[in-house]
């Protein structure tokens, strides 16, 4: 209906993207470019374009019932095959935890080696995977071998609960949250975890919630990181144990109308931050006594 419309022309690149058709995507972005070169935002998506077509130039595609993956031709059968198995169950888990939030399909999955990773994403070895609108793995390691299963899964069920978190609230849902959901959906917090929150509680070093709403990944060193990650799954992992599915779908709902993080907190779990971070500590304390 009206072909000059550039914000049209961004928004078609933008669907083209999300199939993982990057050569069409790339070429809506770079005629809009060619209209307005200074179009906010747009350098940076076609540089990250440019980056993963240089990568995924010659990946060939893959599906299943709820996935469509991307993934390097040399790729064993029967790895390729962990990853698929292991998404559709997480779609089935994670859908029965959340109480049937299942997200559109086909939902996009790059799958590389641990150098392409690196290629792709600009992210270092201390990033497992990430969800930045596709679920990006690493299927190998450095060395060339290929991620032991259990490993495999921790990751994938990490990722695909962002996806469904993006899917519930968008970009409304704090740091701290999101994270700590994709950590208690994926593994559980261990006794080595609970003994370095407490060692942080005692030097003085956990994080404030609130400077834990806004994303971290590109913020904080690797140490600090993974405590933040830590403190968020300890966080979050109480929510879940004491309140379970009903508190959580409180919070997203609230958090998708609008509310701020604290005041859905409050309206969920009856919990303020400073309220929240003192269970989470004498959490921490008891569930190491048990131990």
Do not use: C
């Amino acid at each position: 209906l009206d072909p000059a419309n550039v914000d049209a022309q961004e928004l078609l690149g933008d669907a083209y993207y999300k199939q993982n058709d990057l050569a069409a995507a790339v070429a809506q972005w770079e005629y809009v470019r060619g209209v307005e070169p200074d179009r906010r935002g747009l350098e940076a998506k076609l540089q990250k374009a440019y980056r993963e077509s240089s990568v995924e130039s010659n990946f060939s595609k893959t599906a299943s019932a709820h996935f469509e993956y991307l993934h390097k031709p040399n790729i064993n059968g029967v790895d390729l095959n962990k990853v698929l198995r292991i998404l559709e169950r997480a779609y089935r888990e994670i859908g029965h935890k959340t109480g049937g939030v299942y997200p559109p399909t086909p939902i996009q999955v790059s799958v590389y080696d641990a150098e392409d990773f690196e290629k792709a994403t600009l992210l270092g070895d201390h990033v497992g995977a990430v969800y930045d609108g596709k679920i990006r793995v690493p299927i190998r390691d450095k060395t060339g071998e290929v991620l032991p299963e259990e490993e495999l899964t921790r990751r994938l069920y990490h990722e695909y609960t962002h996806v469904v978190v993006r899917f519930w609230a968008g970009d409304k849902v704090p740091w701290w949250y999101n994270e700590g959901l994709a950590e208690t959906f994926s593994n559980d917090l261990s006794s080595a975890d609970s003994e370095l929150l407490r060692e942080a509680n005692a030097q003085g070093l956990l994080f404030p919630l609130a400077s834990l709403e806004q994303g971290q990944l590109k913020k904080l060193d690797p140490d600090a990181l993974h405590l933040a990650y830590q403190q968020s799954h300890a966080a979050v992992n109480f929510l879940w144990s004491k309140y379970g599915q009903r508190g959580m779908a409180g919070m997203m709902e609230n958090l998708r109308a609008g509310t701020s993080a604290e005041e859905s907190l409050i309206a969920s779990y009856r919990l303020n931050y400073d309220l929240l971070q003192r269970e989470v500590v004498r959490n921490i304390g008891s569930n190491l006594a048990q131990r």
